[in-house]
């Protein structure tokens, strides 16, 4: 850690590196570490080999930061400033993928209106799959609109823009469209931990209804869903929240997927 102790130490014996170009294994360790604390850490992995011809390159050193996760009210707001505010949906969501959460998060939307996504795009306006750290039922996200739009029914409205008709989607991935996603940096052997979003995500729109979601997508497509739960998708909440299909036809999948809705 940073005043000099050793706070972890493992060791694990490799029985075989296959014959490949470069030859190499995927190793991963009996024990894992979980830092107690923050700050600056230091780790250093070395190999030993009976027949190694240059100890000198044994080993390899780096330092990292562990830093607090977002917990608290958040805003969201294009003109908004200071350290807790973000200028677009985008930002918040591609920071608490980067950062995880530390205790609840409120993320208060205060802009009566918010355009996200490609409508040429077949990816989803949002995607809310694969895991967060630190989410769980104690440490939940919630979006809400701020306190002076919640007095107005429909008062917040989001366009979700996408070709496939997907709003918002919850569920499971391999990887993921924020970049510093904890999934897009774990070997393919533990991908199945990551890829799987624990939920404990709430969207809220108050007692007046103030959140109003919009789905866009071109007139050819007749698929639309506000929130799509995918495969694996578990503790998500929506209430009191408006929808809009954004079209007067009709959509050819108004099934229900098999969810238990309460």
């Known amino acids: 850690d940073g005043r000099g102790n050793e706070v972890f130490y493992d060791e694990k014996i490799v029985e075989n590196v296959p014959a490949t170009n470069p030859p190499f294994a995927y190793v991963r360790f009996d024990n894992e570490f979980v830092p107690e604390e923050l700050g600056v850490f230091t780790a250093t992995i070395s190999m030993e080999h009976p027949f190694e011809g240059n100890p000198m390159d044994n080993a390899m050193t780096t330092s990292f930061e562990i830093v607090t996760g977002m917990e608290g009210t958040f805003t969201v707001s294009a003109t908004g400033t200071g350290s807790n505010n973000f200028n677009s949906l985008t930002d918040a969501i591609e920071a608490l993928y980067q950062r995880g959460v530390a205790g609840p998060v409120v993320i208060e939307l205060k802009d009566p209106e ?3 996504g490609d409508i040429t795009s077949e990816q989803p306006a949002i995607d809310l799959r694969t ?3 630190g989410v769980s039922d104690s ?3 919630t979006f809400r609109p701020s306190s002076d739009k919640a007095a107005t029914r429909g008062s917040v409205v989001i366009n979700l823009r996408s070709a496939s008709g997907i709003g918002i989607l919850f569920g499971q991935s391999y990887n993921h469209a924020a970049p510093l ?3 897009n940096f774990v ?3 533990v ?3 990551y890829a799987s979003s624990d939920g404990y995500i709430i969207f809220d729109g108050g007692d007046q209804k103030s959140l109003l979601f919009k789905v866009q997508t071109p007139d050819v497509y007749m698929f639309r869903t506000a929130f799509y739960m995918g495969e694996g998708t ?3 909440t929506v209430k009191n929240c408006l929808i809009d299909g ?3 036809s009709k959509s050819l999948a108004n099934s229900l997927p098999r969810i238990r809705f309460e």
């Open 114 to 116: 918010y355009n996200i």
């Open 246 to 248: 954004q079209t007067t």
């Open 139 to 141: 440490a939940t996200i």
């Open 187 to 189: 070997n393919n052997e």
């Open 234 to 236: 578990q503790n998500i």
């Open 131 to 133: 895991k967060i750290i």
């Open 191 to 193: 991908k199945r931990d």
């Open 181 to 183: 996603a904890a999934v």
